[in-house]
T-cell receptor, first 110, second 111 residues
Framework: NAGVTQTPKFRVLKTGQSMTLLCAQDMNHEYMYWYRQDPGMGLRLIHYSVGEGTTAKGEVPDGYNVSRLKKQNFLLGLESAAPSQTSVYFC?????????FGEGSRLTVL | DQQVKQNSPSLSVQEGRISILNCDYTNSMFDYFLWYKKYPAEGPTFLISISSIKDKNEDGRFTVFLNKSAKHLSLHIVPSQPGDSAVYFC??????????FGQGTRLTINP
C-alpha cells in the first residue's frame, strides 16, 4: 500500500534548468496538491487539483506549472529554475477530508 | 498574508507533562481545522481535526480546543512522550478543498 509517492526524492539543478516532479497516489483520491516547505514559512500551497484535467493556483504559484492528465498523477514543473525555488516539495492527496502526504522531494537550485 | 499563525516556533516540555500548542487564524470563513505532525525527512501525517460546530475533540492523549470568538485553537497532548517530539502544523480549510497551514511549532519532549 504505497499511498502517495513522489519522485525524485532529491535533485540538484542549475539556475535556468527545467525539471518535473511526479506525484502518484493509489487511493483513488479526487484532490491532489503540491506544497513547498521553507524554514519559518510552514507549508505553502503551490497548485492543487480537484479532479482529473483540472488545476488551480494556490498561495505561491509563480514559477511553477502543473498538470493532472490522469487521476492518479499530479506533475509539478519548473520551466526555468531559480535559487528561490530551493525547497522541500510535498505532494498530497485527499478523498474529501484530511490530506495524505508523500515523503517529500528536496530540490536545490544552484 | 498569513491566515493561520503559530506564533511559537518551538516548545520544550518535560516527559509526562502536558504540551499545549497554539494556533490563531484570521479568516472567519474557516470551518474545519486540522493538526498535522511531522518528523524529519518524512511527510506530515494527520493527527486530529475539529469542525467549527464543535469546541472540543478528543482522541486518546490528544485534544483539540476551538474558540471561534477568539479565532484560536489549541492542541493538548497529555501525558507527553518522547515520541511526540516533532514539528506540529495547524491547518484550516479555505473553501471546499484548499488547506492552509501555519508556520509550525517544533515540540521537544525532554526525559
Amino acid at each position: 500500500n504505497a499511498g502517495v509517492t513522489q519522485t525524485p526524492k532529491f535533485r540538484v539543478l542549475k539556475t535556468g534548468q527545467s525539471m518535473t516532479l511526479l506525484c502518484a497516489q493509489d487511493m483513488n483520491h479526487e484532490y491532489m496538491y503540491w506544497y513547498r516547505q521553507d524554514p519559518g514559512m510552514g507549508l505553502r500551497l503551490i497548485h492543487y487539483s480537484v479532479g482529473e484535467g483540472t488545476t488551480a493556483k494556490g498561495e505561491v504559484p509563480d514559477g511553477y506549472n502543473v498538470s493532472r492528465l490522469k487521476k492518479q498523477n499530479f506533475l509539478l514543473g519548473l520551466e526555468s529554475a531559480a535559487p528561490s525555488q530551493t525547497s522541500v516539495y510535498f505532494c498530497a492527496s485527499s478523498g474529501g477530508g484530511e490530506l495524505f502526504f508523500g515523503e517529500g522531494s528536496r530540490l536545490t537550485v544552484l | 498574508d498569513q491566515q493561520v499563525k503559530q506564533n511559537s516556533p518551538s516548545l520544550s516540555v518535560q516527559e509526562g507533562r502536558i504540551s499545549i500548542l497554539n494556533c490563531d487564524y484570521t479568516n472567519s470563513m474557516f470551518d474545519y481545522f486540522l493538526w498535522y505532525k511531522k518528523y524529519p525527512a518524512e511527510g506530515p501525517t494527520f493527527l486530529i481535526s475539529i469542525s467549527s460546530i464543535k469546541d472540543k475533540n478528543e482522541d486518546g492523549r490528544f485534544t483539540v480546543f476551538l474558540n471561534k470568538s477568539a479565532k484560536h485553537l489549541s492542541l493538548h497532548i497529555v501525558p507527553s512522550q518522547p515520541g511526540d517530539s516533532a514539528v506540529y502544523f495547524c491547518a484550516a480549510f479555505q473553501g471546499a478543498q484548499k488547506l492552509v497551514f501555519g508556520q509550525g511549532t517544533r515540540l521537544t519532549i525532554n526525559p
